[in-house]
């Protein structure tokens, strides 16, 4: 079965500032999608952000961005000039193209400072 | 966007009631409906899987006669929670897609948070 690893249980950031957040899975599969969610305290599960595997190109919605290392299997999350209402868990994301299931990410909590 | 809805939000229940929590998509046919099942600050564990007018499919050491799961129509899912005891509080979530979606990617509902007492 595949695994989707979030090492970092929970993050900081400053107001205005960057953050990165780490992702790591395995597959054995060549086609597949990637995503971020957010889950902010309502717990409504918002998606951020996604990427298909045959895709070398990063996908970007406006402040956030992913850095996709198909080959080292990594699927980071970076959110520029952060914002108080970033403040959420992050969970990343994996689904075999061919399968419907979704793996799911331990996720990882982001704390926004003022 | 895809948008799907969760009712009710939130449910007390006696132990040994049922519950049933309803998974609406709203302004889509929801081909495929998952239902999840979150701990505190835990992540989402997938419980089953329903495709409309067929049986659902139950993740391992999921029991089935206790999450009753029917997907009778492409905008409606419901998960029955038989016979609850405290151990099934917990905060339910839905999910739905549709095979025309692009990334074939899904759509979550609010969740429900349900306290058996």
């Known amino acids: 079965a595949q695994t989707v690893t979030q090492s970092q249980p929970e993050m900081s950031v400053q107001e205005a500032e960057t953050v990165t957040l780490s992702c790591t899975y395995d597959?054995?599969?060549?086609?597949?999608?990637l995503f971020w969610y957010k889950q902010p305290p309502s717990r409504q599960m918002i998606l951020v952000i996604r990427?298909?595997?045959?895709?070398?190109q990063n996908a970007t919605e406006n402040r956030f961005s992913v850095n996709f290392q198909k080959a080292a299997k990594s699927f980071s999350l970076k959110i520029s000039d952060s914002q108080l209402g970033d403040a959420a868990m992050y969970f990343c994301?994996?689904?075999?193209?061919?399968?419907?299931?979704?793996?799911f990410g331990s996720g990882t909590k982001l704390n926004v400072k003022p | 966007g895809a948008v799907v809805s969760q009712h009710p939000s939130r449910v007390i229940c006696k132990s040994g009631t049922s519950v049933k929590i309803e998974c609406r998509s709203l302004?889509?046919?929801?081909?495929?409906m998952f239902w999840y099942r979150q701990f505190p600050k835990k992540s989402l564990m997938l419980m089953a899987t329903?495709?409309?007018?067929?049986?659902?499919?139950?993740e391992q050491g999921v029991e089935k006669d206790k999450f009753l799961i029917n997907h009778a129509s492409l905008t409606l899912s419901t998960l029955t929670v038989t016979s609850a005891h405290p151990e099934d509080s917990s905060f339910y979530i839905c999910?739905?897609?549709?095979?025309?979606?692009?990334?074939?990617?899904?759509?979550f509902g609010p969740g429900t948070r349900l306290l058996v007492l």
């Open positions: 990427q298909e595997a045959y895709k070398q």
């Open positions: 597959t054995s599969e060549s086609d597949y999608y």
């Open positions: 994301a994996y689904r075999s193209a061919n399968f419907n299931k979704f793996y």
């Open positions: 999910s739905a897609r549709t095979s025309g979606m692009s990334f074939k990617t899904q759509y």
């Open positions: 302004d889509f046919q929801a081909t495929t």
């Open positions: 329903s495709n409309e007018g067929s049986k659902a499919t139950y």
